[in-house]
Nanobody, 122 residues
Framework: QVQLVESGGGLVQAGDSLRLSCAASARSFHNYVVGWSRQAPGREREFVAVINWSGDWTYYSESVKGRFTISRDNAKNTIYLQMNSLKPEDTGVYSC???????????????WGQGTQVTVSS
């Protein structure tokens, strides 16, 4: 079972950037597709982005496309989410998860990590 730890969140102003990290425990990390989601208070979890095993295919939700970039470093067992031009509506707890199959929705991931808080002030 892959253990995931997210980090890099914080309080920023609108227009700022943040880079989140998702560190995995398993040596077989390169065998998994990895996704990011977010959840704002009182709202349902929202799919954000996903990256395939080798890192040469990515998919984003319409709300973040063009502003966020997902990448991975399999040598470091780490996934990154570079977030630029942040907006107040990007506020939430950001979590990562793995899947053995390629998926572009929340349903494809069994469970999400504890997450890291991102707060964007206007």
């Amino acid at each position: 079972q892959v253990q995931l730890v997210e980090s890099g969140g914080g309080l920023v102003q609108a227009g700022d950037s943040l880079r989140l990290s998702c560190a995995a425990s398993a040596r077989s990390f390169h065998n998994y597709v990895v996704g990011w989601s977010r959840q704002a208070p009182g709202r349902e979890r929202e799919f954000v982005a996903v990256i395939n095993w080798s890192g040469d295919w990515t998919y984003y939700s319409e709300s973040v496309k063009g502003r966020f970039t997902i990448s991975r470093d399999n040598a470091k067992n780490t996934i990154y989410l570079q977030m630029n031009s942040l907006k107040p509506e990007d506020t939430g707890v950001y979590s990562c998860a793995v899947s053995p199959r390629l998926t572009m929705s929340l349903a494809g991931f069994a469970s999400w990590g504890q997450g890291t808080q991102v707060t964007v002030s206007s």
